[in-house]
């Protein structure tokens, strides 16, 4: 069981002396206030490895940051992080011994669906806020003290469908079929029925329609069936690497759809993938104009490009997976600092009632299961870079949607 402790730096630690004194008389001396302790876990190993290391950097580069300007409520910030290794019953334990063993004063959700349920159901039983970077199915969250930062609205299987379905009828030649396949990871298998269901209204012809095991051992099998349906788009209900595996998988059959949306993978392996150029995924940020300039964006970008080529990982820009890691810190912070409280039932009233300004833009908490508008988005990998195409607000300007 590997546990990790970012702790704050000797600066960051002298900064928050506000109160230490020495007297020269007597030698006594105040000591600096205990640092705010922070607990977590993330798929450290495993096969959510890739992604879960964009949300450690994220994490760690806002607690940097916070300790460089003095702390939180006068207090350092110290991250405390469990490996829980990509599975559920893992992470489930791991928040028990961090509430009560480790003694930490909050708690933030890991990544990934399952994950993020096992902790909820941990916190829930103590009482604890925690906020989620990471989880399709908001309305599984039913904790009272429980907040999105990846925000899809109350109901994202009607609206995130919608989101790409709508990218894609704006182009010259709107797909007239697709064909589906999704991991048997609860989102995946969510978002894609929800596709399924619109694309059907909408007259689209579904191909096939399949559910394969996760993670993917062999995606071949599935590349054929791609292949043989010769659907307009091609539709992958994805996590990690396995956009890539799929990618590999038809290129070795001599086959490029010619449309094809992957929807959870590892940013950087899809993006300087061969064969990558052109595919779409799912977003809510992605670093360029306008979305550079929203909060926080000037400390997140220039540190994660930092941290990312330290730790060798092939694409060193910020998506939305660090933008919405950095947003759930940016909350837990913003709700501390307004009710000057480490209180969990003082931080989740003052978050329903309240606005946050974060790297992802702003956002609200008042509808159900403590959601607020659909910030979903379209990206697609254009010259090995993302770029969202949709909604075209978003777009970088002279940035186009590459489409058949």
């Given amino acids: 069981m590997a546990k990790y402790m970012i702790r704050p730096s000797r600066r960051a630690v002298l900064s928050s002396l506000a109160a230490a004194s020495l007297v020269s008389a007597g ?3 105040y000591a600096a206030p205990a640092p705010i302790r922070v607990g977590c876990t993330l798929a450290l190993t495993g096969p ?3 992604t879960a290391l964009v949300h450690k950097l994220a994490a760690e580069i806002f607690v940097a940051d916070i300790n460089k300007h003095g702390g939180l409520l006068g207090r350092s910030v110290e991250y405390v992080l469990y490996d829980d290794q990509s599975r559920a019953d893992q992470t489930r334990s791991l928040y028990e011994k961090l509430i009560t063993v480790d003694n930490v004063d909050l708690i933030m959700a890991p990544y990934a669906t ?13 009482g604890k806020i925690i906020i989620y970077s990471s989880m399709a199915q908001v309305y599984l969250a039913t904790y009272d003290r429980a907040f999105p930062a990846s925000h899809g609205g109350p109901h994202p299987e009607i609206s995130n469908p919608k989101v790409i379905l709508d990218a894609w ?6 797909p007239q079929s697709i064909a589906i396949a999704a991991s048997k990871f609860p989102s995946a298998l969510f978002e894609a029925k929800g596709v399924r269901d619109l694309a059907q209204k909408r007259g689209i012809k579904v191909a096939f329609y399949l559910e394969y095991d996760f993670p993917s051992r062999d995606m071949n099998p599935i590349a054929a069936r791609f292949k043989d349906a010769n659907a307009d788009l091609v539709w992958l209900g994805c996590l990690g690497v396995e956009a890539n595996q799929l990618i590999e998988a038809m290129t070795k059959i001599d086959y490029k759809p010619p449309r094809s949306f992957y929807l959870f993978p590892a940013s950087g392996p899809l993006a300087s993938a061969p064969g990558g150029e052109g595919a779409t995924a799912f977003s809510n940020y992605e670093e360029h104009p306008p979305m550079d300039k929203f909060k926080g964006a000037d400390v997140l970008i220039p540190a994660f490009h930092e941290r990312a080529k330290a ?3 092939p694409y060193t820009r910020v998506d939305f997976q660090a933008a919405t890691e950095f947003a759930a810190w940016q909350m837990l912070a913003a709700a501390a600092q307004a009710t000057s409280s480490l209180d969990d039932a003082k931080m989740a009233d003052w978050l329903k009632h309240h606005q946050v300004e974060t790297v992802v833009g702003k956002l609200r908490f008042n509808e159900e299961f403590n959601c607020g ?6 990206k697609q990998v254009q010259k090995g870079k993302w770029q969202v195409v949709w909604p075209v607000a978003f777009r970088q300007p002279g940035t186009t949607f590459i489409a058949p």
């Avoid at 399952?114 to 103590?126: C, D, E």
């Avoid at 009828?169 to 709107?174: G, R």
């Fill in 169 to 174: 009828a704006s182009t010259p030649h709107p």
């Fill in 373 to 378: 508008d659909d910030l979903s988005k379209v």
């Fill in 27 to 29: 030698r006594r001396v």
């Fill in 48 to 50: 959510l490895a890739q």
């Fill in 311 to 313: 730790a060798g990982m």
């Fill in 114 to 126: 399952a994950a993020t349920l096992a902790a909820i159901s941990v916190a829930q039983r103590y």
